[in-house]
């Protein structure tokens, strides 16, 4: 089931950065590329957990500050020869606000 809601404005993220956003238990990256596209990740690396949020995003990846694992940001999977993903989670823009799907999350919880 979609969930939609309004998380923050796309100015909020800097370019190659990210900002992280709580759902209930759950810390979510939201990483916008040097090209303006929008990106959310569960905020835990595949391999160890580690903060995806703190690692660099070059193109449409984000490199885990712990172990430099490169993850995809459009299906959370590390690149080979790494294996695991993070849970990628729908995100949209509309008129420059972010918008999360967090029925994503909820049913992942449920």
Do not use: Y
């Amino acid at each position: 089931m979609n969930n939609w809601i309004d998380i923050l404005d796309v100015s909020d993220i800097p370019r190659q950065g990210a900002r992280v956003v709580r759902h209930g238990m759950v810390d979510v990256a939201v990483f916008r590329t040097a090209d303006d596209a929008v990106f959310a990740l569960e905020d835990r690396c595949p391999h160890k957990g580690g903060p995806l949020s703190q690692g660099i995003v070059h193109g449409r990846r984000v490199a885990c500050p712990m172990h430099n694992w490169n993850v995809a940001l459009d299906t959370g999977c590390a690149l080979a020869p790494d294996e695991g993903c993070a849970r990628a989670l729908p995100v949209r823009v509309e008129a420059g606000r972010v918008w999360l799907d967090v029925g994503a999350i909820e049913a992942a919880a449920a």
